[in-house]
């Protein structure tokens, strides 16, 4: 059973930035693909950034992001590589939401288009962004 938890949420001024963390531990491995979603009050969970953490995988720490957010977040790994953060600048008052941090264990592709490819997800952190 893998165990996810964020942090780093809060409250900012739009054109401010926030870094979230997802810990996430219950895997014999490092490695897993990661991802970051959202969810706004009275919308469907959207992803916005994914990544695999494992060192074998060719694609080994490539980052794939949603068209809307590409150019204001960036997704990584933490030294220990069962933490990625989520880097988010220029924030808007339309990111304000319920941020959640899902995990799957290989053989996993790092997906943000769906969030049918992760079997465990975290209890989410608000971020909330005013005008």
């Known amino acids: 059973q893998v165990h996810l938890v964020e942090s780093g949420g809060g409250s900012v001024q739009a054109g401010g930035s926030l870094r979230l963390s997802c810990a996430a531990s219950g895997y014999t491995s490092s490695a897993y693909c990661i991802g970051w979603f959202r969810q706004a009050p009275g919308k469907e969970r959207e992803g916005i950034a994914a990544i695999y953490t494992g060192s074998t995988y060719t694609g080994s720490g490539t980052a794939r992001y949603a068209d809307s957010v590409k150019d204001r977040v960036t997704i990584s790994q933490g030294n220990a590589k069962n933490t990625v953060y989520l880097q988010m600048n220029s924030l808007k008052p339309e990111d304000t939401g319920m941020y959640y941090c899902?995990?799957?264990?290989?053989?996993?592709?790092?997906?943000?288009?769906?969030?049918?490819?992760?079997?465990?997800w975290g209890q989410g952190t608000q971020v909330t962004v005013s005008s």
């Open positions: 899902a995990a799957e264990i290989p053989p996993c592709i790092p997906m943000v288009e769906a969030t049918t490819g992760y079997s465990y």
